[in-house]
């Protein structure tokens, strides 16, 4: 089978993905994988990328709330989107897992009316159809691998810092027309952010933290989820009156990053202390994990070992965009699609280059990376890449789906 990406036959009796909450892709799905806000990296083309490799939600950059409401500037370099960016997959509800043996290439349409027809509260009416914009948003393969797998599309979440309720706010409202949630950053630990009574330094404001959820509720609506990222703390009552203050309050969702603020990202994540938060939550609203995934593997022992409804990863994806689509290292396809969406939605050349040289960098020997790393322009790297066999004008050659699944579109 030869894949024709002008061809989008196989895709056109899709129905329209399901458009649903953060927090109910974590309550519905097996798995649900999350881009972590990286500053400066997790940016439009980057998440757009990861898109493409089964990553189902994505969120900005930590976006300063104060600077964001307050200047244009702010708001042009640290926010831009796309109707495009997000992923469409297919998901697998809770519980039922991944059924292997049900997964072939020969999956038939009588499935996708199965799928349709299976009751579920939250599987919209089949009248529309799905007519898929240029290939770069459908889903991996036209037919659902199992069943019981649902069309879904994924999701946005900004994530600022503030230091009080009201600049969130002001912010929260110019950005949730583009997005789907809003996460807080209780987590920076550097010491300027600390000095400013942010990231961090909310970590043991309980009060200030819940006024914030319930401030942007009240400016937007409790239709608008509010989430917060917050890291495990030393002191445990701290994490206790903080998530119960932050669940009182109706948060969407809570990620918890397995390190403390005076732990380096050299150390490793712990855990135990993810669950230990995750059991002060109680199942009243889901969990991310976050911290150390770096293979596919990583995610399945969080999830086992913690109780957490989704994973976040940050280095790892930053190391290997296509990491939760299965793939041990960056396969060329992501670096090839990474160039398009780069020059596709502009990218500063610092930032483009400084992604390539993560993705690359298991690719590489140490003379290459010094030779890499000193390419001065965008035209610099992509001759140097295409001089490695990297392909950016041929349209697509390869599918983009799990590897670890053994099920590929080109079979
Ligand atoms: C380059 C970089 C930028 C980061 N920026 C943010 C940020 O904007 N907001 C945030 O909450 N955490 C930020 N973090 C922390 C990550 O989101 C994540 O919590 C941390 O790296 C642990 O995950 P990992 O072990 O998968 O890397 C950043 C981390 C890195 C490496």
């Not at 990406?5 to 649900?32: G, N, S």
């Not at 109707?83 to 809770?94: K, T």
């Not at 917050?230 to 969407?252: C, F, H, K, Q, Y």
Request: aromatic share 8%; charged share 20%.
């Amino acid at each position: 089978m030869t894949y024709d990406p002008e061809d989008e036959t196989p895709w056109a009796a899709l129905p329209a993905p399901e458009v649903l909450p953060v927090q109910r892709m974590l309550e519905e799905f097996d798995v649900v994988n999350v881009l972590a806000p990286l500053v400066r990296c997790s940016k439009l083309p980057f998440r757009h990328l990861v898109s493409l490799y089964e990553t189902h939600v994505t969120t900005t950059p930590m976006i300063l709330a104060e600077e964001f409401s307050r200047s244009q500037l702010a708001r042009v370099s640290d926010f831009s989107t796309s109707a495009n960016e997000r992923g469409v997959f297919w998901m697998e509800p809770r519980g039922r897992g991944l059924d292997f043996a049900s997964l072939s290439l020969d999956s038939h349409p009588e499935d996708v009316e199965d799928a349709a027809a299976a009751p579920g509260p939250s599987r919209p009416p089949h009248k529309t159809y799905y007519v898929p914009p240029p290939h770069t948003r459908l889903p991996p393969t036209a037919t659902p691998p199992t069943k019981h797998s649902r069309l879904v599309r994924g999701a946005l979440l900004a994530q600022m810092a503030s230091p009080n309720a009201a600049s969130l706010a002001d912010a929260a409202e110019l950005v949730a027309p583009h997005v789907d949630g809003l996460d807080i950053n209780c987590g920076c630990p550097q010491r300027w952010a600390y000095a400013e009574g942010i990231g961090c330094a909310l970590l043991r404001k309980p009060e200030l933290v819940a006024d914030m959820v319930k401030t942007v509720h009240d400016r937007l609506g409790h239709g608008f989820p509010v989430s917060i990222k917050i890291r495990v703390d030393d002191d445990p009552r701290a994490t206790e009156t903080l998530v119960r203050n932050a669940l009182a309050v109706g948060v969407s969702h809570i990620t918890i990053h397995g390190r403390t603020r005076h732990q380096a990202s050299t150390e490793p994540v712990s855990l135990p202390a993810i669950k230990f938060a995750v059991d002060l939550v109680r199942g009243e609203v889901p969990t991310v994990a976050n911290g150390d995934l770096w293979e596919l593997a990583d995610a399945e022992k969080m999830r086992r070992e913690t109780g957490v409804n989704g994973t976040m990863a940050a280095r790892g994806l930053l190391a290997n965009p296509a990491l939760f689509a299965g793939y041990a290292t960056t396969p060329q396809h992501a670096v090839e699609n990474f160039v398009n969406l780069s020059d596709d939605y502009g990218f500063i050349f610092s930032l483009f280059h400084r992604h390539l040289a993560y993705m690359l960098e298991a690719h590489m020997y140490k003379p290459e990376k010094t030779y890499f790393n000193a390419l001065a322009s965008s035209v610099q790297v992509i001759d140097y890449l295409s001089g490695r066999g990297l392909d950016f004008v041929t349209p697509r050659k390869v599918p983009m789906w799990d590897a670890s699944r053994g099920y590929s579109l080109l079979a």
